[in-house]
């Protein structure tokens, strides 16, 4: 049974930073595509970025690139969000995600309903 443990969140001032790691298990991933994605209070959940296991191609929501930075270690099967320069509206639980890459390749990769398999979520808070 997949699981995707994610830890890293944490709480820190803005201009910070804070590395997430998700940790995969139970299934072979090299055809999966793994995504973060985030939600804050009274928010929908929205996709921050997501990278395809077996080519390392990220893909990102377009005003995160540059400062997040989404990899991954094969050899720890583990999916890791770098965030600098942190903004309080960065505020969310991050949640983990991985869907098999025939169902979110191309342009459907920011969209949650595609990924099957969910993390419990870490909490980021962004203090002003």
């Known amino acids: 049974q997949v699981q995707l443990v994610e830890s890293g969140g944490g709480l820190v001032q803005a201009g910070g930073s804070l590395r997430l790691s998700c940790a995969a298990s139970?299934?072979?991933?090299?055809?999966?595509?793994m995504g973060w994605f985030r939600q804050a209070p009274g928010k929908e959940r929205e996709f921050v970025a997501a990278?395809?296991?077996?080519?390392?191609?990220?893909f990102y929501e377009g005003s995160k690139k540059g400062r997040f930075t989404i990899s991954k270690d094969n050899a720890k099967d583990t999916i890791y969000l770098q965030m600098n320069s942190l903004k309080p509206e960065d505020t969310a639980v991050y949640y983990c995600?991985?869907?098999?890459?025939?169902?979110?390749?191309?342009?459907?990769?920011?969209?949650?309903?595609?990924?099957?398999?969910w993390g419990q979520g870490a909490q980021v808070t962004v203090s002003s």
């Open positions: 990278i395809a296991w077996s080519s390392g191609n990220p």
């Open positions: 995600a991985a869907g098999p890459a025939s169902r979110v390749v191309g342009p459907f990769y920011f969209m949650s309903n595609k990924y099957n398999y």
């Open positions: 139970g299934g072979t991933f090299s055809s999966y595509v």
